[in-house]
Protein backbone atom coordinates (compact mmCIF):
# COMPACT_ATOMS: atom_id res chain seq x y z
CA UNK A 1 0.00 0.00 0.00
CA UNK A 2 1.06 3.34 -0.58
CA UNK A 3 1.19 6.18 2.07
CA UNK A 4 -1.93 7.75 0.39
CA UNK A 5 -3.86 4.35 0.56
CA UNK A 6 -2.77 3.90 4.11
CA UNK A 7 -3.86 7.50 5.11
CA UNK A 8 -6.92 7.33 3.75
CA UNK A 9 -7.83 3.39 5.19
CA UNK A 10 -6.80 5.10 8.32
CA UNK A 11 -9.43 7.95 7.86
CA UNK A 12 -12.18 5.78 7.03
CA UNK A 13 -11.15 3.19 9.22
CA UNK A 14 -9.39 4.05 12.12
CA UNK A 15 -7.52 0.83 12.18
CA UNK A 16 -4.30 2.13 14.71
CA UNK A 17 -2.80 -1.05 14.20
CA UNK A 18 -2.36 -1.00 10.76
CA UNK A 19 -0.90 2.47 10.43
CA UNK A 20 1.75 2.52 13.36
CA UNK A 21 2.88 -1.23 11.32
CA UNK A 22 3.05 0.82 8.12
CA UNK A 23 4.70 3.78 9.61
CA UNK A 24 7.20 1.77 11.81
CA UNK A 25 7.96 -0.12 8.57
CA UNK A 26 8.36 2.96 6.71
CA UNK A 27 9.98 5.38 8.80
CA UNK A 28 11.05 7.79 6.20
CA UNK A 29 7.11 8.47 5.36
CA UNK A 30 6.03 9.82 8.80
CA UNK A 31 7.65 13.00 7.51
CA UNK A 32 4.41 13.31 5.12
CA UNK A 33 2.17 13.02 8.25
CA UNK A 34 4.34 15.84 9.91
CA UNK A 35 3.81 17.90 6.42
CA UNK A 36 -0.04 17.46 6.78
CA UNK A 37 -0.08 18.91 10.20
CA UNK A 38 1.13 22.20 8.46
CA UNK A 39 -0.70 22.03 5.46
CA UNK A 40 -3.47 23.99 4.50
CA UNK A 41 -5.36 21.50 2.77
CA UNK A 42 -8.94 20.56 3.60
CA UNK A 43 -9.97 18.45 6.48
CA UNK A 44 -9.27 15.53 7.46
CA UNK A 45 -5.18 15.92 6.34
CA UNK A 46 -4.12 17.73 9.39
CA UNK A 47 -6.44 16.93 12.14
CA UNK A 48 -5.75 12.87 10.96
CA UNK A 49 -2.17 12.90 10.92
CA UNK A 50 -2.22 15.08 14.24
CA UNK A 51 -4.09 12.51 15.74
CA UNK A 52 -1.85 9.35 14.05
CA UNK A 53 1.66 10.93 15.32
CA UNK A 54 0.07 11.26 18.71
CA UNK A 55 -0.35 7.21 18.28
CA UNK A 56 2.94 6.53 16.61
CA UNK A 57 4.48 9.20 19.44
CA UNK A 58 2.73 6.73 22.58
CA UNK A 59 3.85 3.56 20.37
CA UNK A 60 7.14 4.72 20.30
CA UNK A 61 8.56 8.02 20.48
CA UNK A 62 11.96 7.05 18.21
CA UNK A 63 9.52 7.16 15.40
CA UNK A 64 8.94 10.65 15.94
CA UNK A 65 11.62 12.66 18.00
CA UNK A 66 13.29 14.22 15.11
CA UNK A 67 10.14 16.15 14.49
CA UNK A 68 10.17 17.67 17.89
CA UNK A 69 11.18 21.54 16.66
CA UNK A 70 8.52 21.17 14.25
CA UNK A 71 5.51 19.98 17.08
CA UNK A 72 6.99 23.04 18.75
CA UNK A 73 6.68 25.38 15.33
CA UNK A 74 3.67 24.37 14.52
CA UNK A 75 2.08 25.31 17.77
CA UNK A 76 4.02 28.54 17.68
CA UNK A 77 2.28 29.00 14.37
CA UNK A 78 -1.15 27.53 14.44
CA UNK A 79 -4.16 30.06 15.08
CA UNK A 80 -7.23 28.14 14.12
CA UNK A 81 -7.12 24.53 14.64
CA UNK A 82 -7.97 23.52 18.03
CA UNK A 83 -7.63 19.89 16.64
CA UNK A 84 -3.96 20.14 15.75
CA UNK A 85 -2.86 22.10 18.30
CA UNK A 86 -4.43 19.80 20.74
CA UNK A 87 -2.63 16.97 18.99
CA UNK A 88 1.07 18.85 18.80
CA UNK A 89 0.87 19.71 22.59
CA UNK A 90 -0.27 15.81 23.34
CA UNK A 91 3.19 15.04 21.88
CA UNK A 92 5.18 17.40 23.43
CA UNK A 93 3.62 16.21 27.00
CA UNK A 94 5.04 12.89 25.93
CA UNK A 95 8.83 14.13 24.92
CA UNK A 96 11.76 15.93 27.28
CA UNK A 97 11.54 19.39 27.45
CA UNK A 98 14.05 21.03 24.92
CA UNK A 99 15.33 24.36 24.86
CA UNK A 100 14.15 25.29 21.52
CA UNK A 101 11.77 28.33 21.40
CA UNK A 102 11.23 27.78 25.19
CA UNK A 103 10.22 30.86 26.18
CA UNK A 104 8.01 31.95 23.15
CA UNK A 105 6.58 28.19 23.89
CA UNK A 106 5.65 28.70 27.55
CA UNK A 107 3.88 31.91 26.73
CA UNK A 108 1.57 30.26 24.25
CA UNK A 109 0.74 27.41 26.78
CA UNK A 110 -0.34 30.18 29.12
CA UNK A 111 -2.30 31.71 26.35
CA UNK A 112 -4.21 28.92 25.55
CA UNK A 113 -4.94 28.06 29.30
CA UNK A 114 -6.21 31.84 29.90
CA UNK A 115 -8.17 31.57 26.35
CA UNK A 116 -11.66 30.15 27.60
CA UNK A 117 -13.09 29.47 24.06
CA UNK A 118 -10.15 26.93 23.67
CA UNK A 119 -11.07 23.41 23.63
CA UNK A 120 -10.35 21.82 26.93
CA UNK A 121 -8.39 19.27 26.10
CA UNK A 122 -5.87 21.67 24.49
CA UNK A 123 -5.84 23.42 28.35
CA UNK A 124 -5.26 20.40 29.84
CA UNK A 125 -2.54 19.52 27.86
CA UNK A 126 -1.22 22.95 28.08
CA UNK A 127 -1.34 22.62 32.65
CA UNK A 128 0.12 19.10 31.59
CA UNK A 129 3.09 20.92 30.03
CA UNK A 130 3.08 23.49 33.05
CA UNK A 131 4.48 20.56 35.26
CA UNK A 132 7.34 20.14 32.80
CA UNK A 133 8.45 23.26 32.60
CA UNK A 134 8.01 23.91 36.68
CA UNK A 135 10.50 20.52 37.55
CA UNK A 136 13.41 22.54 35.33
CA UNK A 137 12.08 26.07 36.07
CA UNK A 138 11.18 25.74 40.18
CA UNK A 139 10.85 29.92 40.54
CA UNK A 140 7.64 29.87 37.15
CA UNK A 141 5.89 27.71 40.40
CA UNK A 142 4.02 30.96 41.91
CA UNK A 143 2.87 32.34 37.88
CA UNK A 144 1.56 29.28 37.01
CA UNK A 145 -0.46 28.36 39.58
CA UNK A 146 -1.80 31.55 39.85
CA UNK A 147 -2.69 30.89 35.97
CA UNK A 148 -4.77 27.78 36.10
CA UNK A 149 -6.51 29.18 39.48
CA UNK A 150 -7.62 31.86 38.00
CA UNK A 151 -9.03 30.69 35.05
CA UNK A 152 -10.32 27.58 37.08
CA UNK A 153 -14.18 29.19 38.10
CA UNK A 154 -16.48 28.21 35.95
CA UNK A 155 -14.29 25.29 33.80
CA UNK A 156 -15.46 21.93 33.35
CA UNK A 157 -15.03 18.86 34.97
CA UNK A 158 -12.00 18.06 33.14
CA UNK A 159 -10.08 21.26 33.25
CA UNK A 160 -10.82 21.14 37.78
CA UNK A 161 -9.51 17.41 37.47
CA UNK A 162 -6.24 18.58 35.58
CA UNK A 163 -5.81 21.52 37.92
CA UNK A 164 -5.88 18.47 40.95
CA UNK A 165 -3.27 16.61 39.06
CA UNK A 166 -1.45 19.78 38.83
CA UNK A 167 -1.41 20.53 42.13
CA UNK A 168 -0.44 17.00 43.48
CA UNK A 169 2.62 17.10 41.08
CA UNK A 170 3.91 20.52 41.66
CA UNK A 171 3.44 20.33 45.98
CA UNK A 172 6.96 18.72 45.78
CA UNK A 173 8.46 21.52 44.17
CA UNK A 174 9.79 24.08 46.44
Not at 121 to 128: F, K, N, P, R
Request: glycine share 2%; hydrophobic share 40%; net charge neutral.
Amino acid sequence: MSFEEVFLNFHKKRDFKFAIAYFEKNRGEIKLLVDFITSKKAYPYAEYASWLLVHLTQFDESLVEEFHKDFIDTVLKEESNQTVLRNCVNILVQFDLIEYKEGELIDRLISFVQNGDNKIALQVYSIQMFVKYLFKYPELKEEFTSIVELYREGRSAAYQSAVRTYHKKVKKIK
